[in-house]
């Protein structure tokens, strides 16, 4: 196949991408990521500040036109992201207690009833646990509430869209060697054990000096797996984006039946929140680096 997503679709995969807003004017854009990719994330519409800036009033603007995007060309959605401690609206920030509990309840509700039956699978909570060798969760607002929370939310969100996955989703759980990742997969673990909801793992796979690719990332995946989970690897983007790590990434996804699908977090490196680092697929100018080819190649022997 000569796309990044019909390659993937070959074993029942896909390739997906974040998309943003904004750039849906650019033709250059739209043109590479309509032909490249099958599954689309929203960068940024989909999150609280975004979705609900006042309590009660919901806003889906800018989600809709990203997902009409995907929808007219031909693309699932993944949805970004429910519960996640930063760009929390004021009126969220200044809750506590039992009404913060409510309205994360209710924000969960409000949303998943919008996008009913439209979302391939959603982050219900994202970025939850602290980076550093504690093996606990992250001090946040939400936290505060009680160390239920997460499966309070992933209770919610099933009962609101049956229909859609519900992935917990965080960064630095790629190597398995990890504090941080072995809190996840005791969480998803002992979630499973109990019957709380929870259908996928997103390993947001952001690689970097700071968090190096390692050989271990194929265990961590199929260590996942085996607790009973989809994974997905749902923001990868390699710092200076060697095609040997894109390659490595790909071929540990496809070792493993239940690796359902990759997206890249970007489409051209000028358009990644990191875009220092060059760590995309495609350059600035539109073109197909050498990790596309890697990735391609990958996806192709399979
Ligand atoms: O759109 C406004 C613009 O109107 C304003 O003038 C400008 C000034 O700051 O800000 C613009 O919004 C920015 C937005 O990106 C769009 O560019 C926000 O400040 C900025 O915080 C936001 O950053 C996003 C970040 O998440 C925080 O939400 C990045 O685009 C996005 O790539 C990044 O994605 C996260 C994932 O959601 C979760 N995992 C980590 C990943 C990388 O940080």
Redesign the pocket.
Same mark, same amino acid.
């Given at each position: 196949a000569s796309t990044l997503g019909a390659a993937a679709q070959q074993s029942g995969r896909y390739f997906g991408t974040?998309i943003?807003g904004?750039r849906l004017g650019d033709s250059a854009y739209t043109t590479i990521a309509s032909r490249e990719f099958d599954m689309v994330t929203a960068?940024?519409e989909m999150?609280i500040d975004a979705t609900e800036p006042q309590r009660g009033r919901f806003v889906f603007t800018s989600g809709d036109r990203i997902h009409d995007w995907a929808v007219r060309n031909g693309k699932r959605v993944r949805g *970004?992201?429910l519960l996640?401690h930063?760009?929390q609206p004021a009126w969220l920030q200044s809750l506590s207690g039992s009404a913060l509990r409510q309205a994360m309840i209710d924000h969960v509700n409000g949303v998943m009833a919008h996008y009913k039956g439209k979302i391939y699978a959603w982050d219900v909570v994202?970025?939850a646990f602290a980076d550093g060798n504690s093996g606990g969760r992250r001090d946040s607002n939400f936290q505060r509430t009680g160390n239920d929370w997460i499966e309070v939310a992933f209770r919610t969100a099933r009962a609101a869209d049956p229909a859609a996955k519900l992935c917990y989703n965080d960064?630095n759980i790629d190597n398995w060697t990890w504090a941080k990742t072995q809190a996840v997969y005791n969480m998803v673990r002992d979630f499973k054990q109990r019957g709380v909801p929870i259908d996928c793992v997103g390993l947001?796979a *952001?690689f970097s000096s700071g968090n190096p690719y390692n050989g271990n990332f194929r265990t961590t995946i199929s260590s996942f797996a085996a607790l009973g989970v989809d994974v997905q690897i749902t923001?990868l983007d390699v710092q200076g984006a060697s095609p040997t790590t894109y390659a490595a990434v790909t071929n540990d996804c496809l070792a493993v039946p239940r690796c359902t699908g990759i997206t890249v977090?970007?489409v051209r490196d000028s358009d990644s929140?990191r875009s220092s680092d060059a760590p995309l697929l495609f350059g600035g100018d539109g073109s197909k680096k050498p990790a596309y080819t890697a990735v391609l190649n990958a996806l192709n022997a399979a």
């Open positions: 974040a943003a904004g960068e940024n999150k *970004h992201t996640w930063p760009g994202n970025e960064y947001q *952001h923001e977090w970007g929140w």
